[in-house]
């Protein structure tokens, strides 16, 4: 039961434009999502979270909007840049009554930037 | 600030070795911590998370297990290594709730 989706594995863009990534959940009880990148053989880093009683976060180059109605989320890169090609995973969680706070990752999206 | 440590950065086990891998984090107390993995070409799965010494919840039934043995160690263990077990391991940690959480940089294992 994949609770998160990512349903583009790749997304290639030209640098200076927005890159928009998008994630699905279908479980009703997160409240808050987070985004990562990450390079191969590497960790994940953090980008940017978002809570449940929010529709949208922005820091710096990067914006994320959540809507609830829709169980979707969606990251915005504006301007994108080379550097910024990675892949992106999108997470989620829950931390009410019964949940213990696990965190589960999309399958992630493949961003590529092109100069 | 918080810091994980993992280790060793490459592994190559034979088939059917045992296996540990071993996580520990500073900075932080009682944090939530994580293992999970990634395969080739596949997403992070969760394997186990822990919200507390001794406290294991399991996502994936499998050959693999984990232990908690004091509050900033991680353990992963595995009796008996198969090859579907090669991946890319990551230990991560959570300090609060609606936090964002924290990963270690990983362990490349390959079983052969």
């Known amino acids: 039961d994949q609770q998160v989706k990512q349903n583009s594995p790749s997304l290639s863009v030209q640098e200076g434009r927005i890159s928009i990534l998008n994630c699905d959940y279908t479980?009703?009880?997160?409240?808050?999502f987070l985004w990562y990148k990450k390079y191969p053989a590497e960790g994940p880093t953090f980008l940017i979270s978002i809570s449940s009683i929010k529709d949208k976060n922005e820091d710096g180059r990067f914006t994320v909007f959540l809507n609830k109605s829709a169980k979707h989320l969606s990251l915005h890169i504006v301007p994108s840049q080379p550097g910024d090609s990675a892949v992106y995973f999108c997470a989620a969680s829950a931390h009410r009554s019964g949940n213990t706070g696990k965190l589960i990752f999309g399958q992630g999206t493949t961003l590529q930037v092109k100069p | 600030s918080q810091t994980i440590h993992q280790w060793p950065a490459t592994l190559v086990q034979p088939v059917g070795s045992p296996l540990s891998l071993e996580c520990t984090v500073e900075?932080?107390?009682?944090?939530?911590l994580y293992w999970y993995r990634q395969a080739a070409g596949r997403g992070l799965q969760l394997l186990f998370y822990s919200v507390g010494i001794g406290q294991i919840s399991s996502e994936v039934p499998q050959n693999l297990s984990a232990s908690r043995p004091q509050d900033r160690q991680f353990i992963l263990s595995s009796k008996k290594l198969l090859l579907s077990d090669s991946g890319f391991y990551l230990c991560?940690?959570?300090?609060?709730?609606?936090?964002?959480?924290?990963f270690g940089q990983g362990t490349r294992l390959t079983v052969v």
């Open positions: 479980n009703s009880m997160f409240d808050y």
């Open positions: 900075g932080t107390s009682n944090p939530n």
């Open positions: 991560a940690l959570r300090a609060q709730a609606n936090t964002e959480a924290f």
